[in-house]
């Protein structure tokens, strides 16, 4: 029974009623201006490898109860094996590209093109994920251009300061890691066909983990509940004593050290790399010392949670409902800016301003401070 006053999915009907229904397929072509705010969906580019997507059909039905419009492009939910007719049961609208586009606050999980963005409305708002695509200097000065306002999700903080966004992809990458290494051990993957874990008179796998970081430590956790051997190595003991309190006692932790090294690449199963806390070049000589069936993994190449792109738009979708709702209250992804820090620290291009101090230095850019604009229109 929903509380009194707050909206629901559906209307009070018999439960067999609700089974014979067909959801109605809302097809848009052009966005009337109905008093709502506009949330266009937009489909990952068919040319790359990105499955990710930012909601699912239950967390969208939440938003356009709290008042919303959702615009979505077509298939846009099939890397996350949901239909149109999914989306449109919960009053989403299914419209082109171009029409999603042209929302007042466009959700892509990767950053989109510049030509994309040149089909935006002037000054609308843009939320995704950190990606290559923002280091390129066509995309930022599309962005200028259009006066969109870009923020990236994954480098926002919520109001306990924690990168929440982050926290979850790092999460499952961790975890679908370790997918990723049994599957590549066993038979059907290629492998010797050996599990992770030992069975009764035999040595678990190995797994030697190098850096630090919530993937890494996901990575280990994940690693030790399948049974494995699990040794963590990074160049901090402050940060290995961190991770031993996070994983617990049967993660191994070493510091750096050359011959330490060359022994567990030796003999390891399953070799992950993520970041150091100070900068550690991992010698090439060491490669020729590793098992030829060992499965090698690098978190700055690769992102597994790609694989299990249903499970990254369900807990980022818990994340979203709270963060639209928070835009209600605030009137607007503006009102967000103006009285959040965390929100502040996501920003990338703000009224035509590149405010990133990173991407402004990398391609040799002006940038400008977000806080001074803001203490301007304070």
């Known amino acids: 029974m929903a509380p009194a006053g707050r909206p629901t999915l559906f209307s009070k009907m018999d439960k067999q009623d609700i089974n014979t229904l067909e959801p109605e397929l809302k097809v848009v072509t052009h966005i009337e201006n109905q008093g709502k705010l506009t949330i266009g969906l937009i489909a990952n580019y068919a040319d790359n490898e ?5 909601l699912t059909p239950e967390a969208s039905g939440l938003l356009t109860s709290a008042g919303l419009r959702l615009l979505m492009e077509a298939d846009a939910g099939i890397d996350i094996s949901f ?5 449109a049961e919960y009053g989403v609208e299914i419209t082109d590209r171009a029409t999603a586009l042209q929302a007042e606050v466009v959700l892509s999980y990767a950053p989109i ?5 040149r089909k935006m409305r002037k000054g609308a708002t843009l939320l995704c994920m950190m990606g290559d695509e ?5 995309t930022i000065k599309a962005l200028l251009e259009m006066e969109i306002t870009c923020g990236c999700l994954d480098n926002m903080y ?5 990168p929440i966004f ?5 999460e499952i990458d961790g975890r679908a890691a370790i997918l990723y290494a049994q599957e590549h051990l066993s038979y059907l993957g290629g492998g010797k066909g050996v599990l992770l874990a030992g069975v009764a008179g035999i040595n678990p796998c190995e797994i030697l983990i190098i850096g630090d970081g919530m993937d890494v430590y996901y990575a280990a956790k994940a690693g030790i509940a399948a049974g494995a051997s699990v040794t963590l190595i990074n160049n901090d003991v402050s940060a290995l004593n961190t991770a031993r309190m996070f994983c617990g006692e049967q993660l191994t932790t070493l510091a750096i050290h050359p011959r330490v090294l060359y022994n567990k690449c030796k003999t390891a199963d399953v070799v992950i790399f993520g970041r150091t806390t100070r900068p550690f070049e991992f010698p090439n000589k060491l490669n020729r ?5 060992a499965f090698v993994l690098n978190f700055k190449d690769s992102h597994p949670s790609v694989s299990v792109p249903r499970t990254v738009a369900m807990a980022l979708s818990n994340l979203l409902v709270n963060f639209f709702d928070d835009m209600i209250i605030k009137n607007g992804f503006e009102g967000m800016i103006l009285s959040s820090e965390g929100v502040q620290c996501g920003i990338i291009t703000y009224h035509g301003k590149l405010v990133d101090k990173l991407i402004a230095s990398y391609l040799n850019l002006p940038g400008v401070d977000i806080k001074m604009m803001l203490s301007v229109k304070n």
Do not use: G, P, Q, W
């Open 50 to 54: 990105e499955t990710r997507f930012l």
């Open 158 to 162: 919520s109001f306990n300061e924690n």
């Open 289 to 293: 010392v590793m098992k030829d069936t």
């Open 134 to 138: 923002l280091f390129r200097a066509h």
């Open 83 to 87: 239909s149109d007719e999914a989306y």
């Open 166 to 170: 982050a926290d979850i992809i790092n």
């Open 113 to 117: 093109k510049a030509e994309d963005i």
